[in-house]
Structures are given as C-alpha cells and as structure tokens.
C-alpha cells in the first residue's frame, strides 16, 4: 500500500503521512473530488520521493516508492535489490556501463544463479533507470533469452500428481494453476469476490490492483474448475479462496509443491502448471491470440515463440502453400 492517505481535513481533502520527527503531516490537495485528489496525491508523493542522489541506490529507492503508489509491489522480497546492490548500489546511475553489467553477471554466475534470473535482475534495473532518466538512462546489457522450456506435464501425469496431494490448500492451487493458467501470485492472491461461479468467470485481476507487463485475465471457469472451486467454498473460513486452516492470504505453496512432486516422482513447480495450460491449449489447436489473452500475454509474438511448436495447425498452411 502507499505509504500516505487521503483525509477530510477542514472541509476538504488531505494527503495525510507519517514522519519520524514530525508526526503526522497533512498537505492540503485543495478539492473535495475524490479522482482529483487522488491524481494530486501522486504527484506530490512522487514529488516527495525522488531520489536523495543520483546513486543507483536512491534511484531504486525512488523507484519501488513510486510503484506503491500504485499498489504494485517491486522486488517484495528484497531479493533483486539484494543481488543488485554489490555491483551498482555505489555507482552513479548515469555512470553504469555494459563492462558494470557484464562484470554483475560474471558474478552472479559464479553465485551459480541462471542467465534468466540475472537477466531479470538486469530488466528490473533498467527499468529504474528509464523511470528515473526515460530515453536518456544508460543502456544496460544483458545476456540474450533463455530458449523457451519444453518440459509440461501430460494429463495422466497431471492426474497422477493430485491423487498423491492430501492437503487440499495444495490440490486446489494445482488444480486452479492448469484451469486458469495463472501465476503463483494472482491465484494466492484470488479472493472469492472474483469468483463468479453463477456466471462461470474468475476476473483474476483484483480491484485496486494497477495493470503491470505481468497482465491477469479473465477466464472462463470450466467443469473442473466448477467442481473444485464450489467444495472449496463450503468449507471457506477467509475471504481468499487458498487458505490454509483459517489463514490466508498465503505468500508462497513452493515447498509444498516440491513435497508434492518428490511424493509423486514427476518433476514439476507453479511456472511448470502454467505451461503446460499453454502448451495444452496450444495442442488443442487454440488461436495464438486466445492463448495470449488467457495467460495474460502482453503481445501475441510472446505466445508465438513459446507455443506455436505444439499447435499442429499453426504452421500447415503455409506448409501446404509448398506443395508440388
């Protein structure tokens, strides 16, 4: 959440904070229209939270406050800053170089971490640098992208998997992670407001939530998705629809899904559940559009390079246009 409020204060509305020495602080936004003040409330804040310098250091600081702002969380665990801070925390942000970027990745592979997860780390660092600079941030290198996996589960593997999970919490997040094609996030996230089981449709973008690169769609719930989702409400105790013995919401089922898979012998994780919803749909003959918009794909040519392969139809026209 954002670190500021807006109030009524004096017949009108206030963005209303907290700092260490002052207390609360109220800064008159001048309107009683709710839209206005909120628009007015971000530029002030975003005003306040420039960087202190021009270090990578203040420009990340910097960064992730103006993405609260609109309640997307950067980095939740600290763990890219983490990485990142050993080799450019000290550096001017305008003064990164390529040789500073290749240096961070000979590091980090002998940290033993993969060429995809410090290309993330890169992605998220220039994406600070352009908030902060916009054309003018310094060009950060990168190692190119990891081919796209091959590896899905098949549905008797599927099948085989969640006769072997009892904790239903578990089965459930399988079950909704192959039916919504969803990331681990949106669906420990899901609440039962967006659930329409009369409608047949999960909207799996909360309300509140600000749209990101990492889009959440609306899909249809299917049979399954019917039949687990309608057990699962009756015995409800949170307004999430994955909880476990009362708790909810749930930061992570990565142990758990480690357990699971080590119990059933099939190799698989959160990220393995959603591509083999793509590649299913893929080898069902799906459009690539459809697709796109159901993983929540910011483009078509994403889907394309990953999916494509599996579609036997996507290809044979322009196979056929070679006949002799």
Not at 236 to 242: D, F, L, P, S
């Amino acid at each position: 959440m954002p670190d500021y409020t807006i109030v009524k204060h004096r017949g009108g509305l206030s963005l209303a904070y907290r700092e260490p020495e002052r207390g609360r602080v109220r800064i008159a936004l001048g309107t009683n229209d709710k839209g206005i003040a909120e628009a007015r409330a971000r530029e002030i804040w975003g005003t306040k939270n420039r960087p202190d310098s021009e270090y990578v250091s203040d420009v990340w600081k910097a960064y992730v406050a103006d993405k609260m702002i609109d309640l997307v969380v950067i980095d939740k665990s600290g763990s890219t800053w983490k990485a990142l801070e050993p080799s450019f925390g000290h550096h001017l942000a305008t003064e990164i170089t390529r040789e500073n970027c290749r240096e961070h990745y000979a590091r980090r592979k002998k940290a033993k971490r993969s060429d995809s997860t410090i290309r993330k780390e890169l992605e998220m660092l220039r994406a600070a640098l352009r908030f902060r600079y916009g054309s003018a941030a310094p060009t950060i290198w990168m190692p190119p992208p990891s081919k796209p996996r091959d590896y899905h589960l098949s549905r008797e593997q599927l099948t085989q998997l969640i006769e072997t999970v009892e904790t239903p919490h578990v089965r459930l997040f399988i079950v909704l992670a192959i039916v919504t094609g969803a990331r681990m996030s949106a669906i420990l996230e899901l609440q039962w407001s967006q659930v329409h089981l009369d409608e047949k449709y999960i909207d799996l973008n909360p309300s509140g939530r600000h749209e990101t690169n990492k889009r959440r769609a609306v899909v249809p719930i299917n049979d399954r998705a019917d039949t687990a989702l309608r057990a699962a409400q009756a015995l409800a105790k949170t307004e999430y629809v994955i909880e476990y013995d009362g708790t909810a919401p749930i930061l992570s089922v990565k142990k758990a899904l480690t357990r699971a898979a080590q119990r059933a012998g099939i190799p698989f994780s959160a990220h393995v559940l959603r591509h083999s919803a793509g590649v299913w749909m893929a080898q069902a003959d799906v459009p690539m559009q459809k697709i796109a918009q159901y993983l929540g794909h910011t483009s078509t040519r994403v889907t394309e390079s990953v999916y494509a392969r599996y579609s036997p139809s996507f290809m044979k026209d322009a196979s056929d246009a070679l006949e002799f």
